[in-house]
Nanobody, 119 residues
């Protein structure tokens, strides 16, 4: 089992920045990839960013490319999402997720942290 706890959300004006953190505990050695997803009111959850453990490669949704950066510490115990030039459409609950080596998709989720961007 992998436990994930997000922090760092809040209220920010458009153009501002926030950094989200995701603290991972438990069997983190089994987490192959980690990522961030978000869900806005009335919308389905959508992919935001992903970082792969074995290569360090990162992937982003087109809507955040160039503005958001995913990173992790060397111990693979904390994953970050640096969000710059925030827009009102970035308002959502942001979820941290982890994918086990044996899973085809992300199978561990945090409880989420609210990000609100005012215009």
């Amino acid at each position: 089992q992998v436990q994930l706890v997000e922090s760092g959300g809040g209220l920010v004006q458009a153009g501002g920045s926030l950094r989200l953190s995701c603290a991972a505990s438990g069997r983190t050695s089994s987490a192959n990839d980690m990522g961030w997803f978000r869900q806005a009111p009335g919308k389905e959850r959508e992919f935001v960013a992903r970082i792969m453990r074995n290569t360090g490669n990162t992937y982003y949704a087109d809507s955040v490319k160039g503005r958001f950066t995913i990173s992790r510490d060397n111990a693979w115990s904390t994953v970050y999402l640096q969000m710059n030039n925030l827009k009102p459409e970035d308002t959502a609950i942001y979820y941290c997720a982890a994918k086990s080596t044996y899973s085809a998709d992300f199978n561990y989720w945090g409880q989420g942290t609210q990000v609100t961007v005012s215009s």
